[in-house]
């Protein structure tokens, strides 16, 4: 089983990514779950959001506690010390940021990619929510399911231009990322 | 067609698939999903329904009563504090025999305001006369809603279908749902002898003077015991039609050589099975976990055979009665009355107001049973350091 945690803020589609990642691993043939830390969601207050995937039908229904992987979805909270708490030993983090890789790796003393996928979706479709930009790049790090699952996911919420700008932008965030880099802790999961 | 779906949206096609007359709700979290996407079905013309919007949880259970009463398919979803605002109309409802469903995305009670899982709402109105069925997967919850409206129209009782707040309606899961077609050929057409026609007329909802009221009363309650063996069937019915069983009154699981049994109700059952893959082999040890489906009717000899030869039954509430205990473990320690060598009761109540419930719960509670000092009933997951000296 793999299990992943998405933190961000109100309103940065946290919900929608765990539930694309999810439905990403169903396309590629996976058994999936996906949820939100349920709470009372407000634009810009720090929320979580859970994945698990496996070849088994899953039953635990507890929150992550013990993540391989996280995304950050907003860089300012980079400042909370906790926000790594749980993660597996190997596992690594990849941010939402401008800081440079080896700062956020050395704060944090876990692997970690930045990607400035708040940019790059302000560009390619005129908002800055950077969740699909970072679900494209998670893939491609750990190289696990192909990107056709995603394009997939992402035909089943989004239509019309919206879907082509966000599938434009999921090709340009996975080739931003070095490919299958976090591949060994994938497939040991 | 297996499809990844959130919960709320499988229960809302999983409605629409029974093709209801009538669907009265009022939105609250965390059924709120529930609602909106069958309203979206009904906006897109892929749900022909009267869907009335109205304003209280009080007028969505009377919509729901007044059409079944009509011979209307019926169905209305509700939460918490909604669940109390309909409580008058809940016990009318059964109390007239009339046939509709109701989910209820269980949520804890005010006061203090929480908007978490747990079974405090639908304990609340256990003794309406409902059927109250609890899901412990998504899957489970959609398979039980179609079943429930067959339930409904063979026994002249309202089922209520359980199922856990946030834990199984905003979780994204592979759900398999049935084509419309399949559930036509499954789900009869709604046929209710008693409804509401200008052409002979009748009165509903009678003053019943003390001539009757108790033999009203017995009724209702040898009828609640008779529809032990309709949800055991439609169950049985639906796997032979559809492939796959959602637990009839209970089921039985894990290691027969075990010496305890869990008891519990929705989706802390899922835990509890990755718990027991995950630790039985270690420390903790095996156990029967008895995954209980069917709250009311309460199904006494099942419960009774599936503890039999045990040492210890841990019965899991996700509600408490004040001043008495767990309400679940209660009723199982009923059932044990007089039961020859009865296994030991051990009652705890878990995850109250949402308090999430970890995988190492099997291995805690099965620790737990080892304590000579431990208390018959405790808030399991209550941490006594938060609280002052004397509440503790």
Sequence with gaps: MIEYRIHGRGGQGNVAAAYLLAAAAFQAGWYCQAFPAFGAERRGAPVAAFVRVDTAPITLRSQVRNPHFLIVQDSSLLQDPKITQGLRQGGAMLVNSTTPETEVAGQFGCRAVCLDATAMAIEEIGRPIPNTALLAALLALTDRFPPEALATALAGRFHGELLDRNLALVERAAKAVPKAAWAKESADA | ?392
């Design chain 2, 1 to 392: 067609m297996r499809e990844a779906l959130e919960g709320s949206q499988a229960i809302a096609r999983a409605v629409s698939l029974c093709e209801p007359d009538v669907v009265a709700a009022y939105p609250i979290t965390p059924q709120t999903h529930i609602v909106e996407n069958l309203s979206k079905l009904v906006a897109d013309g892929d749900l022909h329904t009267e869907f009335v919007s109205v304003e209280s949880e009080f007028s969505a259970a009377s919509v729901a009563l007044g059409a079944a009463a009509a011979g209307a398919r019926a169905y209305t979803a509700t939460a918490s504090q909604g669940v109390l605002l309909m409580a008058e109309v809940l016990f009318n409802i059964a109390g007239l025999r009339l046939p509709m469903v109701m989910t209820v995305a269980n949520r804890a009670v005010s006061a203090p305001l929480s908007i978490w899982n747990d079974h405090a709402d639908s304990m609340a109105v256990r003794d309406s006369g409902w059927i109250q069925l609890h899901a412990a997967s998504n899957q489970e919850a959609v398979d039980t809603t179609i079943q429930a409206f067959r339930i409904t129209q063979q026994t002249e009782l309202p089922v209520m279908v359980c199922m856990d707040g946030f834990i199984l309606t905003h979780t994204m899961e592979p759900i398999d749902l049935p084509s419309i077609d399949e559930v036509r050929a499954w789900l009869p057409p709604l046929e209710f002898d008693r409804q509401l026609d200008p052409e002979d007329p009748r009165s509903v909802g009678m003053l019943v003077t003390p001539d009757f009221f108790p033999e009203v009363r017995h009724s209702h309650h040898t009828a609640m015991r008779k529809s032990l063996e309709v949800i055991e069937t439609t169950d049985a019915d639906f796997a032979q039609a559809f492939g796959r069983a959602s637990g009839g009154l209970l089921t039985v699981e894990g290691d027969v050589t075990a010496r305890v049994g869990i008891v519990a109700m929705g989706s802390t059952v899922g835990t509890l099975q990755a718990g027991m893959a995950h630790y039985a082999a270690e420390a903790a040890g095996p156990a029967l976990l008895i995954k209980l489906r069917s709250y009311r009717p309460f199904p006494a000899r099942a419960l009774r055979d599936a503890v039999r030869g045990l040492d210890t039954v841990i019965v899991i509430d996700r509600a408490i009665s004040p001043g008495m205990g767990g309400i679940l473990g209660t009723e199982v320690a009923a059932v044990l009355a007089g039961m020859p060598d009865a296994p030991k009761l051990v009652n705890h109540a878990l995850g109250l107001g949402g308090r999430d419930i970890p995988e190492t719960i099997y291995s805690d509670l099965l620790a737990a049973i080892r304590d000579p000092d431990a208390p018959a009933f405790s808030v399991f997951d209550a941490d006594m350091e938060k609280l002052p000296p004397e509440d503790r």
